[in-house]
């Protein structure tokens, strides 16, 4: 694609990725910082939790 930009057959090449830096910055960041993972909403997590133990025998939490 670098050639084919020397050569003026396309303007900007494809291939070319911008914004990267920000991106793995703010990867690295969450590793280092779980918090930044967890959902702001815990409602769809607690459901998704108390699904077995609403479908288990008699509803047993254990």
Do not use: C
Not at 16 to 45: H, K, N
């Amino acid at each position: 694609m670098q050639q084919a930009v020397r050569d003026g057959l396309v303007q900007i090449s494809p291939t070319r990725m911008s914004g990267w830096q920000s991106e793995y910055q703010r990867a690295e960041d969450e590793i280092d910082d779980l918090r930044t993972l967890a959902p702001s909403d815990r409602t769809p997590l607690s459901k998704l939790a108390e699904a077995p133990v609403q479908r288990s025998y008699d509803q047993y939490a254990g």
